[in-house]
């Protein structure tokens, strides 16, 4: 199946059609909420699925039923500020991270939590050096079993015990260039791969603290806002923004922005090799 979170409900289509999700008062196990802010396959094939307002559930598709958990009353905010879960990510061990994001932009603190399967409920990460981690938009778990994060506060590695450290080398590239990160992913080397709003991709290799930066030209930049990221088998990149596809080549270090889908052949079609 092909699981897509839209602004109007939960869909998931099985190469034929579609099948809509919507929420059920009189129904328990039916989904909570309505726009889908994340979603994610987890090992055991369940899917979850964090809805606004301020929801989360996971679909269990042998039973063909959602459970619901809370998580706001662990995050400090004013009433007015409506919370909502960005990211979420798992680690080799089958612990589910989840990144706390406000919906317009309102600064929150402690954002990172994390779902306890012995007692079937969502906790707060423990965070004994007090780091302020404010926001966090996006996150990535990489080979070695590390935990990347993208938050207002900057981008963050968590290590296997727990230990957080900044990434300064990251933080300088964004800041002198009057940008900021929107995604991050780990390939299978464990490098990882940083997209701005602007279109700034970084190459950052953990071990030697080098960043390799690549730009989409001006013309392009200048008028896209730059997303998410995606990485394929060929470990070539893949670059969701407002204005259609974008597509890294690594061998050729080449973009490619792909147009709409055409009807008459249902192919991809690209409009511009940068």
């Not at 306890?116 to 990460?125: F, G, L, M, P, T």
């Not at 981008?155 to 080398?169: A, Y």
């Not at 030697?208 to 200048?222: D, G, M, N």
């Not at 896209?224 to 893949?238: E, P, V, Y």
């Amino acid at each position: 199946f092909i699981w897509t979170g839209t602004i109007n409900g939960l869909a998931r289509f099985d190469g034929y059609e579609f099948k809509r999700f919507f929420s059920n008062p009189n129904d328990t196990s039916s989904i909570r909420g309505l726009v889908c802010w994340a979603l994610f396959e987890d090992r055991k094939r369940q899917i979850w699925v964090a809805t606004g307002p301020e929801n989360l559930n996971v679909y269990n598709p042998v039973t063909r039923s959602f459970r619901h958990y809370d998580f706001k009353h662990l995050i400090d905010h004013p009433s007015n500020v409506e919370l909502g879960i960005s990211c979420i990510s798992e680690d080799q061990s089958g612990k589910i991270y989840l990144g706390v994001h406000t919906n317009f932009g309102e600064r929150i603190s402690g954002g990172l939590l994390y779902f306890d399967a012995k007692e079937d409920q969502v906790k707060k990460i423990e965070n004994p050096d007090k780091i302020n981690i404010q926001n966090i938009i996006s996150s990535t778990v990489d080979s070695k079993n590390n935990l990347w994060l993208v938050s207002y506060s900057g981008i963050f590695k968590i290590d296997p015990t727990g230990k957080i450290d900044s990434v300064p080398e990251l933080k300088n590239i964004f800041r002198k260039m009057n940008d900021f990160p929107n995604a991050l992913l780990a390939d299978k080397a464990s490098q990882i791969w940083v997209i701005s709003n602007k279109g700034t991709l970084a190459d950052y290799d953990p071990q030697s603290k080098e960043v390799k930066v690549y730009l989409f030209p001006q013309k392009i930049a200048r008028s896209f806002n730059f997303s998410t990221i995606a990485i394929d088998t060929a470990q070539n990149l893949w670059i969701g923004t407002d204005q259609g596809m974008a597509f890294f080549d690594r061998e050729n270090k080449a973009f490619s922005i792909f147009n709409q889908v055409n009807r008459k052949n249902s192919a991809l079609s690209v409009i511009n090799q940068l």
